[in-house]
């Protein structure tokens, strides 16, 4: 009773400490700065709706820092001012000239919209435009036109205001001399937000373009906007089971007005459509400094921040400076009040303010006004488990040891190789009563799945568990994980979900200031999970059906991870065929998912198989 008094206490002192932080930098952004609302003309005429904050100190120059973004850059009014300047008000408080722009085609700018606008590399014309040649001439009007800058300017931008920032890199502008993508939406079929390998990402999807996706007629505002797609529902396992096969979502709720949705239907594989959306190949010859940012929570982007990152490394010479800060945050937790609890971990210390002073701040401030010394390393990770922010020269480091966790009989995993014959674990997997994602009703897509208890899901007959005996000595994870399956189905198509689980101690004391009041006793703490879609196992473009019965591989990479096992806990694995609402369902028949029907959902006996032959097993890159 009296932790419960206390956190009661604590949250109303929080959200009274918020309400009048958020009137107090209200009240500084309008006293310090003023406000002006430009149309910047583009190359090829259309011109893009831009709010500008300068200084009213016009005593010094001040370098410009943007967002461009397709979510508005609300309020609208020369009186009408942001509660806040820049992604936290470090940077309105350390003086920034700061600039917001709708991009092309969305709010009040002119232009046609287009969804993860492909790169031009070969423009001859002033037609020929992209987000690059876009984000050049904006910054090329402002250093002209705003007065008291000074030359240099920085962008950032958190999921599609970070694919904005990323594509800013290609071709910049001079005057470009920083860039923080964060959490950027980087390529839709592969990893992020709508696909991952091949799955579609049904919630998160839907919930998304029945909003954004309604088109608009002329240049409004958010109050002008309305959209009468509204879907009514409270337990969002229950609404999209008996919605069905995806054809039914156009019929119910989209029709024909959703552009992007009925794009989504129509390539169901990884086809040029999709290839032109990832900007990774065109990350070369970047003269901008980089620091691209993203949370090992993220259930949205954690792709991406990997990605852009690895992309840029690999791509540009050792000269450039490029770097990477992962955390243990949900999607743009790094911006959140107080990053200390998420879910129902408590990381010892305001992680998200940690970063705003130490990295993300001196960052902008050494490339933007030549102010402190460029000391930050190359990789900046939170390590959770052990709650310890390292510092490396690479990532993953150099430092490390690929390990192999081989599935056992009876449940067992080991870091030896089985030696039995002919050793499975079989289960009906029925797309009719999928496993859920997580445990409870919900309306929405949660963030917190992502590193939520999975002892619901380990009850279930159709979730196969491997865990190891009790570790003796800390173990910590720093980089990729690769699930590799030998599997058999009786179906002709399945999906596999790959669960990595920290497994706490049944003895486990309850945690001080606990988010939820939650023992961690027995805690099964998701560290990873990914799925894939068995159809894509030799390739992403042409698809290929499973032979009934014939053992096959299935092997595909996890995003990277940063966690610590300790002494005394255990490392679980979980695989799954579904993953439900979050992932559509897989009717576990080769047809066109797009395009199948309630009838072409069918049952299916699975096997996992963890023999001397077919070694099911998952590789770890460990920390020496």
Known sequence: MKQMLLLLGLSMYFSFARAQSSSEDSTYIRQNYTKVEKYITMRDGKKLFTSIYTPKDQSKKYPIMMTRTPYTVAPYGE???RRTLGQNMLFARSGFIFVYQDVRGKWMSEGDYVDVRPINDKKK?????DESSDTYDTIDWLVKN????????GIEGISYPGFYSTASLPNAHPALKAVSPQAPVTDWFLGDDFHHNGAFMMMDAFNFYTGFGVPRPKPITPKQFKSNIKPVFKDNYKFYLEMGALPNFKKHYMG????????????????????????RPHLKNITPATMTVGGFFDAEDCFGALHVYDALEKQNPQSHKNMLVMGPWFHGGWESKDGTLFADQNFGSNTSQWFRENVELPFFNYYLKDEGTMDLPEATIFITGSNQWKKFDTWPPKNTTEKTLYFQADGKLSFSAPATTDSFDEYVSDPNAPVPYQDGIQKGRTREYMLDDQRFAGRRPDVKVYQTDTLTEDMTLTGPVMADLFA????????????LIDVFPDTYPNPILNPKNVTLAGYQMLIRGEVFRGRFRNSFEKPEA????????????????????????RIMIQVQNSWFPLVDRNPQKFVDIYQATDADFQKATNRI??????????KITVLE
Do not use: C
């Open 79 to 81: 009186n009408e001012y």
């Open 125 to 129: 014309k002033k037609t020929d435009i």
């Open 146 to 153: 705003v007065p008291n800058n000074n030359g240099k300017v």
């Open 256 to 279: 024909d007005s959703i552009k992007f949705w009925n794009d989504l239907m129509a390539h169901p594989n990884y086809d040029e459509f999709w290839k032109a959306m990832n900007i």
């Open 488 to 499: 058999s189905t009786t179906g002709t198509d399945a999906d596999y979900v790959v669960k």
């Open 546 to 569: 499973f032979v009934p019965g014939k053992v096959t591989e299935v092997k595909y990479a996890l995003p990277d991870v940063g966690h610590t096992f300790r002494k005394g806990h």
């Open 609 to 618: 198989y963890h023999d001397a032959q077919n070694k099911s097993s998952v």
